[in-house]
């Protein structure tokens, strides 16, 4: 699954990187690196795609940058 970390006021992702995981009984697992923006608000975002239909999976949870 693709992941981005976004900082509000950015059009850019701060990180990017690929996790796996995350069905009903396994938690998310992986790493991506990413500088703290000046930005106190963001979000991390996750991507997939259906191998049976094709269709995009999107989520997304609010963050706060310390």
């Known amino acids: ?3 981005e970390v976004r900082a509000d006021g950015r059009r850019r992702p701060v990180g990017s990187g690929v996790v796996t995981g995350g069905d ?4 998310f697992t992986g790493e991506v ?3 703290t ?3 106190r608000l ?3 975002a ?3 795609h259906s191998a049976g239909d094709g269709r995009a999976w999107e989520a997304a949870v609010r963050v706060r940058f310390r």
């Open 1 to 3: 699954m693709a992941l």
């Open 24 to 27: 009903a009984l396994r938690p």
């Open 33 to 35: 690196r990413f500088r």
């Open 37 to 39: 923006p000046r930005a």
């Open 42 to 44: 963001g979000a991390v």
């Open 46 to 48: 996750l991507a997939t």
